[in-house]
């Protein structure tokens, strides 16, 4: 095939990608019972269900993020980090999938402490450069260049207006961010279901309130745009129902930069958590049955 027919073609399955309406409820996960054999599917980058007993195969691990019997969604183990004040800020685990690709998603299940207030920040897929797998960290506060890009999965507590754990939202770092008048920095932009605009925060007919001491299947993905078109997208998903879908959104300007980065992240407790006056000596989340594809995955089916 000439290298132009290969470009078209890449284009061409962008712009479908754009215009497809999401699916719901299983997805990978019909072809895999219990999860069993799933990593071994061509579309699957990353999957842990942590019965190894340890985190080997993640990268960059820090804090207390460990694996534990502790009550797990399924099989024997699950991983958990809690956040103890004034002694940890949680814990944290980075997966890379280089040289990346233009369309990511991820699926955990969560649990939070039954007594849990609010977390700082959670999951994130990242895009950078292939050879420079660092460029989307440490960007806090300033808007990308088109070179790398970010978004997460989280809770948001909206000053308090929200029930813990907060309400499901995304926090985006991309080429045509909003900046914080009052600080003049681009702090990460949250998108609120239902979409596809950006929304508002506590509005209580479409706010997506996840479920204390309970497992919940969060599932979120990232699409790459078409340098110099506003055709990416991200969306999430809760226990399998598309509970926020936003289009048109630039997140790159280069063929570059691709999802290259999964971030599994309790994070909590800083000094700069603005939810501090909540904290409490001890909250914890538990993390289990990690899957990261190319396609969706979808909760886990049971016998």
């Given at each position: ?12 399955a962008?712009?479908?990608w754009?215009a497809d ?6 997805g990978?996960?019909?072809k ?19 019965e ?9 691990k ?12 399924a099989g024997?183990r ?14 944290e ?11 990511v998603?991820a699926r ?21 450069p ?38 499901l939202?995304m ?21 609120y ?21 309970q ?5 979120f ?44 992240e ?15 000596d ?6 289990d ?14 016998k």
């Amino acid at each position: 095939m000439k290298a132009g027919s290969l470009i078209l073609l890449c284009l061409l399955a962008t712009a479908t990608w754009a215009a497809d309406k999401l699916p719901q409820g299983p997805g990978l996960t019909a072809k895999y019972p219990l999860d069993a054999n799933i990593a071994k599917d061509p579309a699957v980058l990353f999957a842990d269900d942590f019965e190894s007993g340890d985190l080997k195969k993640w990268d960059d691990k820090s804090g207390t993020l460990t694996v534990t019997t502790d009550a797990p969604h399924a099989g024997q183990r699950c991983a958990v980090a809690p956040m103890e004040k004034g002694k940890s800020t949680g814990g944290e685990a980075k997966k890379w999938f280089l040289p990346g690709h233009d369309r990511v998603f991820a699926r955990v299940y969560v649990k939070f402490s039954a007594d849990y207030q609010y977390p700082h920040h959670f999951l994130w897929l990242g895009g950078s450069p292939k050879n420079d797998k660092w460029r989307p960290f440490g960007k806090a506060g300033r808007k990308p260049d088109g070179t790398y890009f970010s978004t997460g999965m989280e809770a948001w507590f909206a000053w308090g207006k929200n029930p813990p754990p907060g309400e499901l939202h995304m926090y985006a770092y991309h080429m045509d961010m909003a900046v914080d008048p009052k600080m003049n920095k681009y702090w990460g932009n949250s998108f609120y279901p239902p979409g596809p605009d950006a929304g508002k925060a506590a509005q209580d007919k479409t706010r997506v309130l996840p479920k204390l001491n309970q497992w919940q299947c969060w599932e979120f993905m990232l699409q790459a745009n078409t340098p110099g078109k506003a055709d990416g997208r991200q969306a999430m998903w809760l226990d399998g129902q598309l509970v926020g879908d936003f289009p048109n959104i630039r997140w790159r300007d280069t063929d570059d930069a691709r999802v290259t980065v999964f971030w599994l992240e309790h994070y909590g407790y800083d000094s700069s958590d603005p939810t501090r006056q909540y904290h409490k000596d001890k909250q914890t989340v538990w993390f289990d049955d990690v899957v990261v594809a190319t396609d969706y995955i979808g909760p886990r089916v049971e016998k």
